[in-house]
């Protein structure tokens, strides 16, 4: 027998292997792709995923070495993810081992058991006899583990806290008093404790909808104004779920969502919910990916790499702020979470709901396509009106370091009346730029095309591209002048607003300020039990926060996107501008929004003041359709990156020549980056642009095994990116 194996490496192929010897043919004829498989790769041996047996192979029998060991006796996958898993390898063009290496914890990926369990300790003989021995001074620890595990009754691993306990566990088993073994976990206790708060009709219609659906692949966008309660909906829906011995996945763009998404998740259902993200505990991470394969997590809560969660009883799909970007990743699998997800279902015959108070334009059209039924949330619970978001032209009014004087007038109004406010700017450090009034010179990146960023605080320059960071010069590095910071960023906003309000306590939220999952738990905590009253942020605070005090919101810069060469940066714009303006006026006070701009003509801007996202989302639709932009054709992008810039342009050319003369597609370029040069390596791309999917996906199949056989410059870097949401 021939065993083929997904081995974690960037080569585009899985590899075969006989099959190890000593393996009794009852098992070999029973084996199934998905069980983990350790072979011998190069000089080192490796753990790699089954994805086919067979007879022959392409390589000489001679030649192919024997597996290992198979780990696993049955699949580390239900059929439906172990299929999306090798859809995923095959639409964005990646290696399938490393698809399947970026699916598992790396406990898991290095062999650890697969199976729901937990490690215990047992007393051994010579455990007994050393009991029996007179208790001496000397390692009090272990004589208290030995006398614990004197009943016969195993120690559960997480019962022994602490890094001393934790030793003396090691210095027993060493001297053979006690030994591993391993424990099932007991099946979590799931309640549903029923929300206090009564739905709203377009709420109970939503969940009816939902559940009308389970057994069968139905999509839903669930497109409801900003805190119009579309968890309740969630949560409604998949107690629901529960309730028919399903299991349920949800989605959140970010990690800095999940702790109050699964607070509120465990204060409703008790037990049963694993959480699956990339800050978790490797350990905790490993345990939950255990617990949701068993079914003993009913409720699995992550961020995009949780899409591939194994759940054998798959009943919901939850897909939380939908239009984030974050469910796309930028690296290694450029994979849309998202899109996952709609198809996980779609294999698994479940519903999915995507929500969203700005849904993407892409699932807009989905749903005027008639491929998603829409499902709409148009008031907030109780009434409470929507905020009345009003427009600041900056060329008119006075300023004070980016604070224009209407909108500090209106801070005093708010923080006078007992309310809290909001001013967001998505710029951290202290100024975008060090830059000298005699001659011009700007502090640049020695690495970019870049400027170095002011951060006062630290008294550092840093480069938020590559990182590098510097002394603050404290003069002109061409003409020997005093140097000024130019612009505003968050922290100098924070500086700005507690000269004005003294008596205002204040908060920051950017990564910055909040470098940890504890120091973002405290500033959220701060805000919402009404310590801090004034909060300054980036674009942490559009992500679906609920501050019920917050009554003013100010958008100190809402012309960054005004101007892109991005065709999806107007998209974003709204999106921002709508959901951070989402957080006034959640609670019994009114919200008011100012947004400054010195474009308040700007169409754009225009169109949502007066129409709302739905407005601009119907223009910006039809400017899509025009253009022949997604969702109107296909894209991807082959990027592309080398220390030399002449030989970089010559090997994309190459490239480009090699995709000419198709008729479904189109390849454009190549062109810079729009920031050409970024960390020491000069960087460009060619854009593929077809009509339809399948065209695209024909042309890279023949077009990528070109590009592989293409004389490479050294040190050349390259990737391709299906469905790019960023055309840098």
């Avoid at 801007?605 to 997604?630: H, M, N, Q, V």
Wanted: charged share 20%; aromatic share 6%.
């Amino acid at each position: 027998m021939i065993l083929t194996v997904a081995i974690d490496t960037p080569l585009r192929r899985a590899f075969d292997y006989h099959a190890p010897a000593g393996v009794a043919r009852e098992r070999l004829a029973g084996l199934q792709p998905g069980v983990r498989v350790r072979v011998p790769f190069g000089r080192r041996q490796s753990i790699g995923v089954l994805v086919g047996c067979g007879t022959a192979s392409s390589v000489a029998p001679e030649k192919l070495k024997a597996a290992l060991e198979i780990l696993d006796d049955e699949p580390l996958f239900d059929a439906a993810t172990l299929s999306l898993l090798c859809f995923a390898a095959d639409y964005y063009h990646h290696p399938i081992g490393e698809v399947f290496a970026a699916a598992l914890p790396a406990a898991i990926r290095a062999g650890a058991a697969a199976h729901d369990c937990e490690e215990a300790w047992t007393l051994t003989p010579a455990g007994q006899t050393a009991l029996e021995l007179p208790a001496g001074r000397r390692a009090p620890r272990q004589r208290e583990i030995l006398e614990r595990l004197l009943g016969g009754d195993p120690l559960a691993d997480d019962a022994v806290q602490g890094r001393p306990a934790r030793a003396a566990l090691a210095a027993l088993a060493a001297r053979g008093f006690i030994r591993s073994t391993v424990l099932p976990r007991p099946a979590a206790t799931i309640t549903h404790t029923v929300s206090g708060v009564a739905r709203t009709a377009a709420q109970q219609t939503a969940v009816d909808a939902i559940t009308a659906a389970f057994g069968r692949y139905a999509a839903f966008l669930l497109h409801g104004v900003t805190g119009s309660g579309k968890t309740e909906v969630y949560m409604e829906a998949i107690a629901a779920s529960l309730a028919g011995d399903g299991q349920a996945l949800v989605l959140v763009p970010e990690i800095a969502l999940t702790p109050q998404l699964v607070q509120r998740f465990r204060a409703r259902f008790g037990g049963g919910i694993a959480v699956l993200h990339s800050g978790v505990a490797e350990v905790e991470r490993r345990d939950a990916w255990r617990a949701a394969r068993s079914g003993r997590a009913r409720i699995v809560i992550g961020t995009r790499s949780a899409v591939f969660a194994p759940l054998a009883r798959l009943g919901l799909v939850v897909v939380d702020e939908e239009h984030d970007a974050s469910y796309k990743q930028q690296e290694g699998l450029r994979y849309s979470a998202r899109d996952l997800a709609v198809l996980r279902a779609q294999r698994a015959q479940v519903p999915v709901v995507l929500g969203s108070a700005t849904p993407s334009l892409e699932t807009l059209e989905n749903v005027a396509q008639g491929r998603y039924t829409r499902l709409s949330l148009p008031q907030r619970p109780g009434g409470t009106p929507p905020p009345r978001i009003r427009l600041i032209d900056l060329r008119r009014v006075a300023s004070d370091h980016g604070l224009s004087q209407p909108a500090l007038a209106a801070m005093a109004t708010h923080l006078a009346a007992g309310g809290q406010v909001i001013a967001y700017l998505n710029r951290r450090g202290y100024a975008p730029c060090l830059y000298c009034i005699a001659c011009g010179w700007v502090a640049p990146c020695a690495h970019c095309d870049a400027r170095m960023v002011l951060h006062r605080r630290a008294a550092r320059l840093r480069c938020h591209h590559c990182g590098a960071s510097g002394e603050v010069p404290s003069t002109c590095g061409a003409c020997g002048q005093p140097l000024a910071p130019v612009g505003q960023g968050t922290e100098r906003v924070e500086e700005t607003m507690a000269r004005l309000f003294p008596d205002a306590p204040l908060a920051r939220l950017d990564r910055d300020a909040v470098g940890s999952a504890a120091a973002l738990d405290a500033v959220l905590a701060r805000v919402r039990n009404g310590e801090a009253r004034i909060l300054v942020g980036t674009q942490m605070l559009t992500k679906g926060h609920d501050f019920p005090d917050v009554s003013l919101v100010v958008v100190l810069d809402a012309d960054q996107g005004l101007f892109s060469s991005d065709f999806r940066a107007s998209e974003r714009l709204a999106q921002t501008i709508t959901q951070v303006a989402g957080r006034a006026g959640r609670g019994s006070r009114p919200g008011e929004v100012l947004v400054q701009t010195a474009f308040p003509e700007h169409p754009l801007l225009t169109r949502l003041i007066a129409g709302g996202y739905e407005e601009f989302a119907s223009a910006a639709l039809d400017e899509r359709r025009e253009a022949l932009w997604p969702p109107f054709s296909r894209l991807a992008l082959l990027r592309a990156e080398a220390r030399d810039a002449a030989a970089l342009d010559a090997y994309l050319r190459a490239a480009a020549e090699a995709g000419r003369g198709r008729a479904e597609v189109e390849v454009l370029g190549p062109a810079n980056a729009l920031m050409a040069r970024r960390a020491d390596h000069y960087r460009a791309h060619l854009l593929v642009e077809g009509a339809s999917r399948s065209a695209v996906q024909r042309f890279l199949a023949d077009w990528l095994p070109r590009i592989e056989r293409l004389p490479a410059p050294s040190g050349l870097r390259w990737s391709i990116d299906v469905d790019p949401l960023e055309l840098d």
